[in-house]
């Protein structure tokens, strides 16, 4: 009886170590999905993040201009090397380049006066003030000369519009009741121009009685003004004329050849009218300039005489200021007519030549920096494993798997970007060596090494059970059987292993699930 029982024994003991054996063989190869016993040695883990990312240049810009103008000179091309602060392409400045000289002229003589004003007047003040005055009476005089001959000329011109050109088919031109020579036509605007003329022959006998009269010392803000209403019932009457005349076709009496003739005569008329308007109102803001600036030297020179008070000192020194603002305004005018690099690095795109018209905020440079930046977005799953200086290996799919390209990762912007429904986060590496094969725009492989420790006991992964706070590994006893036993765990590489730091020793069995 003993013996069958011990014998029953024996059966069972041969037959669960048979079955340990059977499923649990010592095997280090790692099969997804398989049951086995795994032998606990050293190794080294390394824990990495795999991404793709683009190469970017560290600094883009884009560059145009603030205003329109043509092209003077471009000073690069595609392709070229430039510094921070090299001019790139130029607008046609020159007139700014006069404003600039002058408004600099102008500061130095602001400058000189505030100086003097400060000093107080000398002799030397009495007798420029002096001089300022005397040419001014004589800017005067001259502008009341030419305004003078500016009416007279006004007058024949209106005059020759009217009585030498509108009369030629003017029945009784001068008379109270002047009447069109030409049949037909709109009956309300030939009203208009017979009652216009009539009007007119008054205004042009009182407009030469009074330009008779004038002298050169007599003010001429009458006659100017006398001129100014005859002027207008003129280009009323030349416009009438010409609306009249439009649909006027030749008959037996009025050959086609004199119908033009007139037409001319209005059109001819009107073109003198307009001119002699123009050129009097010239000549008058020039007289009235002319008197604003005897006012002025005047009032100068009596302050000179006077001595300067602290309120003219200090009005001086505010034209001064004035005077710095006006440069600084022309230089920045001329600084938006220059393209000038903000950085070092390549022109990667040029699209202009000399002479072309230019429209404001057109791209027509691009330059980049020649170092260069790997941008790759990361996932929210993997955001929390990697950390600013941590390295990184890439590679990029011009050049292979062979040729590795290491990084560290610089930068992880704290907001996050949707991307199909996923929360990434902008992050930069930067290369550790710039290599001249590296170009813009490559696509970067990138393996971020998060963690990395060397001879270090370590496991599958599938090995460890977890309870709760707790990691536990069932191992083979003495007895070759499998028991629980807790472990504490380090870092978990990228290939599935994890590492041990208590609980097991190297060369023990572990059961893989």
Do not use: C
Not at 183 to 195: T, Y
Request: aromatic share 6%; no cysteine.
């Amino acid at each position: 009886m003993r013996f069958t029982i011990s014998l029953v024994v024996l059966l069972i003991v041969s037959t669960g170590v048979a079955g340990w054996y059977f499923f649990y063989a010592p095997n280090n190869d790692f099969e997804e999905g398989s049951t086995f016993a795994y032998q606990v040695k050293r190794m080294s883990l390394k824990r990495v993040v795999s991404l793709n990312g683009i190469v970017e240049p560290e600094k883009k810009v884009e560059l145009s201009f603030e205003r329109n103008g043509k092209v003077k000179n471009v000073y690069t091309s595609v392709g070229e090397k430039v510094v921070a602060g090299m001019l790139l392409v130029e607008l046609e400045n020159s007139d700014l380049l006069a404003d600039l000289a002058r408004a600099e002229a102008d500061l130095a003589a602001e400058k000189a006066d505030l100086s003097g004003t400060e000093k107080g007047p000398t002799e030397e003040d009495n007798d420029i003030a002096n001089i300022r005055v005397k040419n001014a009476e004589r800017a005067i005089e001259d502008s009341r000369n030419e305004l003078l001959a500016r009416i007279i000329d006004t007058y024949t011109k209106v005059d020759d519009a009217i009585r030498n050109r509108l009369d030629r088919f003017i029945n009784y031109p001068q008379s109270p009741r002047p009447e069109l020579a030409i049949s037909g036509g709109n009956s309300a605007i030939r009203q208009s121009i017979e009652s216009g003329r009539a009007s007119v022959e008054l205004l042009l006998n009182d407009w030469h009685k009074d330009i008779s009269e004038l002298t050169g010392t007599l003010d001429f803000s009458t006659v100017i003004a006398q001129s100014y209403v005859a002027i207008d019932s003129v280009r009323a009457i030349l416009r009438n004329t010409t609306f009249f005349l439009d649909p006027v076709t030749s008959s037996i009496s009025l050959t086609q050849e004199t119908l033009d003739n007139y037409r001319a005569d209005v059109s001819a008329g009107r073109a003198n009218v307009e001119s002699v308007r123009i050129a009097l109102i010239l000549s008058e803001e020039k007289f009235n300039s002319a008197v604003s600036t005897l006012r002025l030297t005047e009032g100068e020179r009596r302050k000179v005489r006077a001595g300067f008070t602290q309120d003219e000192i200090d009005a001086a020194r505010a034209r001064v200021k004035r005077a710095e603002a006006q440069v600084l305004k022309v230089k920045s005018d001329f600084s938006k007519t220059v393209i000038r690099s903000p950085i070092t690095g390549v022109i990667s795109r040029f699209e202009t030549k000399k002479g072309e018209a230019i429209v404001s905020g057109k791209v027509i440079v691009t330059a980049m920096a020649t170092h260069y930046l790997i941008r790759v977005n990361i996932p929210e799953a993997d955001i929390t494993k990697v950390k600013i200086d941590d390295h990184a290996i890439v590679t990029l799919d011009a050049y292979g798997s062979g040729e590795p390209f290491p990084a560290i990762l610089t930068n992880i912007e704290p907001a996050e970007e949707i991307i199909q429904g996923v929360a990434t986060y902008k992050s930069t590496l930067e290369f550790e060596t710039q290599d001249p094969r590296i170009k813009s725009g490559m696509t970067a492989n990138i393996n971020i090494v998060t963690s990395e420790k060397t001879d270090v006991l370590a496991v599958p992964q599938r090995a460890v059970i977890r309870r709760g706070e707790n990691r536990y590994i069932r191992v083979a006893n003495a007895r070759n059987e499998p028991e629980e036993r807790k472990v504490e765990v380090g870092i978990v590489d990228s290939k599935g292993f994890v590492e041990i730091t208590e609980g097991l020793s190297e060369g023990e069995s572990v059961v893989v699930y």
